[in-house]
Antibody, heavy 119, light 109 residues
Framework: EVQLVESGGGLVQPGRSLRLSCTASGFTFGDYAMSWVRQAPGKGLEWVGFIRSKAYGGTTEYAASVKGRFTISRDDSKSIAYLQMNSLKTEDTAVYYC??????????WGQGTLVTVSS | AIRITQSPSSLSASTGDRVTITCRASQGISSYLAWYQQKPGKAPKLLIYAASTLQSGVPSRFSGSGSGTDFTLTISCLQSEDFATYYCQQYYSYPWGLTFGGGTKVEIK
């Protein structure tokens, strides 16, 4: 059974940084691209970014709203994906979901972790 | 960026009803569309990909259709566990600019 468990969320002040982790199990982590998707309170879903598998270079793509501030990385030896969030803004407040990427769609989702950006 | 307009934003229906939700893309996206179900406080769940392919384990009362710019999710006989919010998502521009529709909340009449 595929399991994705996010951690690292919490309350952070504007301008500060936070790193989220996504620990995966139940599949060969290194074979898959991974994405992060967020959902602001009471709002819809927004794709944040994506990291390819090492077989495809392990490179990343980001939504315009976070490009230059957020960085996705992966440690295949530990089956963990990371979302490093810098220069946080109040509008980054959301539940952040880690997802296992299908061929464009989001195949499996973690339970999410809440990030609140507030002074 | 490709925009997805989902309608209606909410609807009220009764158990046993046939329910239809639509998504319209701002440009042609072939069949590169997925549908998700989200219940309150839970993560979304993949229902359908490639516009009409049912994800493993999803009940057959769910179906998807369409290509190009217009897509439909149909629930043929609404069950109590189907009351939720549904989202569509385009991946024509994968891996760049993946976008979701605004969601449709299906409520009990």
């Amino acid at each position: 059974e595929v399991q994705l468990v996010e951690s690292g969320g919490g309350l952070v002040q504007p301008g500060r940084s936070l790193r989220l982790s996504c620990t995966a199990s139940g599949f060969t982590f290194g074979d898959y691209a991974m994405s992060w998707v967020r959902q602001a309170p009471g709002k819809g879903l927004e794709w944040v970014g994506f990291i390819r598998s090492k077989a495809y270079g392990g490179t990343t793509e980001y939504a315009a709203s976070v490009k230059g501030r957020f960085t996705i990385s992966r440690d295949d030896s530990k089956s963990i994906a990371y979302l490093q969030m810098n220069s946080l803004k109040t509008e980054d407040t959301a539940v952040y979901y880690c997802t296992r990427q299908g061929e464009g769609w989001f195949e499996d989702w973690g339970q999410g972790t809440l990030v609140t950006v507030s002074s | 960026a490709i925009r997805i307009t989902q309608s209606p934003s909410s609807l009220s229906a009764s158990t046993g009803d046939r329910v239809t939700i639509t998504c319209r893309a701002s440009q042609g996206i072939s069949s590169y569309l997925a549908w998700y179900q989200q219940k309150p406080g839970k993560a979304p769940k993949l229902l359908i990909y490639a516009a009409s392919t049912l994800q493993s384990g999803v009940p057959s009362r769910f179906s998807g259709s369409g290509s190009g710019t217009d897509f439909t999710l149909t629930i043929s006989c609404l069950q109590s566990e189907d009351f939720a919010t549904y989202y569509c998502q385009q991946y024509y521009s994968y891996p760049w600019g993946l976008t979701f529709g605004g969601g449709t909340k299906v409520e009990i009449k």
